[in-house]
């Protein structure tokens, strides 16, 4: 079992609908990344959260650390947000490594 | 704004050669990090480095991959004698501290051995 699950794997989006794309982990963190990945495979960072939420322009990303839970939100969405979505997770110290492991990632495609 | 930069942007080489992947973090970032992505596949953490020294490496990092700053401004991955399996898309992050600091992802290299 994966211990970053991100779901779903594809989501195909009209022009302007709201999406999310939803993260679950099984290991102790001690931060959470949302990261986006172009189709020519550049990577940028989107957020990192520690608790609570945060939000950036159309994005809005949370986190509920009891659940081992985050998700990301966009609103509004748009073409140009067509990307692959993932979600990587720092572990902490529980786990004796503090290395991050990442999602296989959300790809979303969204039409005009 | 300032960003982490890789060179090169493609490397071809064939089985057995030796390649070195260069990065240049954000100048004021003291925390590096190699990452991996084979075709198709999610990205995997390789190995970290911070004062000059590794901090943690997984368990992909063999003795055939090495890290070192050796000049004080690029970061650099080699990997001694390159296998098939190692064609993939890599990655360097950089940040200005540990733990909870965002990383700042360079575009990556990919590699190609033939």
């Known amino acids: 079992k994966n211990e970053v699950e991100q779901s779903p794997q594809n989501l195909t989006a009209q022009e302007g609908e709201f999406i999310t794309i939803n993260c679950s982990y099984s290991v102790g963190i001690s931060a959470l990344h949302w990261l986006q990945q172009h189709p020519g495979g550049g990577i940028v960072s989107l957020f990192m959260l520690s608790s609570g939420k945060k939000k950036h322009g159309r994005l809005i990303a949370t986190i509920n650390i009891q659940e081992k839970h985050s998700s990301l939100h966009i609103t509004a969405s748009h073409p140009r947000d067509s990307a692959v979505y993932i979600c990587?997770?720092?572990?902490?110290?529980?786990?004796?490594?503090?290395?991050?492991?990442f999602g296989t990632g959300t790809r979303l495609k969204v039409l005009a | 704004e300032p960003e982490v930069t890789q060179t090169p942007s493609h490397q071809v080489t064939q089985m057995g050669q030796e390649v070195i992947l260069r990065c240049v973090p954000i100048s004021n970032h003291l925390y590096f990090y190699w990452y991996r992505q084979i075709l198709g596949q999610k990205v995997e953490f390789l190995v970290s480095f911070y004062n000059n020294e590794i901090s943690e490496k997984s368990e992909i990092f063999d003795d055939q991959f090495s890290v070192e700053r050796p000049d004080g401004s690029n970061f650099t991955l080699k990997i001694r004698s390159t296998k098939l399996e190692d064609s993939a898309m890599y990655f360097c992050?950089?940040?200005?501290?540990?733990?909870?600091?965002?990383?700042?992802f360079g575009p990556g290299t990919r590699l190609t051995v033939l």
């Open positions: 992050a950089t940040a200005q501290a540990s733990g909870s600091n965002e990383q700042f």
């Open positions: 990587a997770v720092r572990l902490d110290a529980t786990s004796g490594t503090y290395k991050y492991i």
